[in-house]
């Protein structure tokens, strides 16, 4: 089992619709979850984080987090062409260490 | 604030060659990563430092990667005796805060023909 895991997609989204991408993970001592946002070509860019079980919402962003069922998810409200673009689920198990595991990515194509 | 700086951009040699990478972080910034990527997969740890420490390495790192940070500032990765699976993209992070904090340069793109 994979430690970090994402569908990889393609996910085509309708512009203006939401956007949903999902993340599992397989240890249970993680505790800080990320979402990147990579452009074919380029290099990750940091979006969400979150370590607290619920909501975090940002601008058009929500990540979602579930500790106990071991689930963090992506919501894009709105969704604009230039959201099209691979998105990469990040876990860190936070003992004292400063290491990223990263899913595959989903890529995701919104479509005009 | 000028970003991650990694050089050179592109790189093919062939194997059995050397290289070595650099990496200028975000000024100030004391904390510094090296991931390295390949097609269709997420980026994979290779190792951190904290100033010039370096602080975590990766079991993907074989004796032939080395990384260096001299003083805390830039840091170079070299690879020994390349190999055709060492292609990828090996992208350089820093960080003034931590993990929530991660800004990575463009990558440099290492082909081991």
Same mark, same amino acid.
């Given at each position: 089992?994979?430690? !970090?895991?994402?569908?990889?997609? *393609?996910?085509? !989204?309708?512009?203006?619709? $939401?956007?949903?991408?999902?993340?599992?993970?397989?240890?249970? !001592?993680?505790?800080?979850?990320?979402?990147?946002?990579?452009?074919?070509?380029?290099? *990750?860019?940091? $979006?969400?984080? $979150?370590?607290?079980?619920?909501?975090?919402?940002?601008?058009?962003?929500?990540?979602?987090?579930?500790?106990?069922?071991?689930?963090?998810?992506?919501?894009?409200?709105?969704?604009?062409?230039?959201?099209?673009?691979?998105?990469?689920?990040? !876990?860190?198990?936070?003992?004292?260490?400063?290491?990223?595991?990263?899913?595959?990515?989903?890529?995701?194509? $919104?479509? *005009? | 604030?000028?970003?991650?700086?990694?050089?050179?951009?592109?790189?093919?040699?062939?194997?059995?060659?050397?290289?070595?990478?650099?990496?200028?972080?975000? @000024? %100030?910034?004391?904390?510094?990563?090296?991931?390295?990527?390949?097609?269709?997969?997420?980026? %994979?740890?290779?190792?951190?430092?904290?100033?010039?420490?370096?602080? %975590?390495? @990766?079991?993907?790192?074989?004796?032939?990667?080395?990384? %260096?940070?001299?003083?805390?500032?830039?840091?170079?990765?070299?690879?020994?005796?390349?190999?055709?699976?060492? @292609?990828?993209?090996?992208?350089?992070?820093? @960080?003034?805060?931590?993990?929530?904090?991660?800004?990575?340069?463009?990558?440099?793109?290492?082909?081991?023909?």
């Amino acid at each position: 089992q994979k430690e !970090v895991e994402q569908n990889s997609g *393609p996910l085509s !989204v309708p512009e203006g619709a $939401i956007a949903s991408l999902n993340c599992t993970y397989s240890d249970r !001592v993680s505790q800080s979850f990320f979402w990147y946002r990579q452009y074919s070509g380029k290099s *990750p860019e940091l $979006i969400m984080s $979150i370590y607290s079980n619920g909501d975090k919402e940002d601008g058009r962003f929500t990540a979602q987090l579930n500790k106990a069922s071991q689930y963090v998810s992506l919501l894009i409200r709105d969704s604009q062409p230039s959201d099209s673009a691979t998105y990469l689920c990040a !876990v860190n198990n936070d003992f004292g260490n400063e290491k990223l595991t990263f899913g595959t990515g989903t890529r995701l194509t $919104i479509i *005009p | 604030d000028t970003g991650v700086s990694q050089d050179p951009r592109h790189k093919i040699t062939k194997r059995g060659q050397n290289v070595t990478f650099r990496c200028d972080p975000i @000024s %100030e910034h004391n904390r510094l990563y090296w991931y390295r990527q390949t097609l269709g997969q997420g980026p %994979e740890f290779l190792t951190y430092f904290q100033n010039e420490a370096q602080l %975590e390495k @990766s079991r993907l790192l074989s004796d032939r990667f080395s990384a %260096e940070r001299p003083k805390g500032s830039f840091s170079t990765l070299e690879i020994q005796r390349t190999e055709q699976g060492d @292609s990828a993209m090996y992208l350089c992070a820093s @960080s003034e805060g931590g993990l929530f904090t991660l800004h990575f340069g463009n990558g440099t793109r290492l082909t081991v023909t």
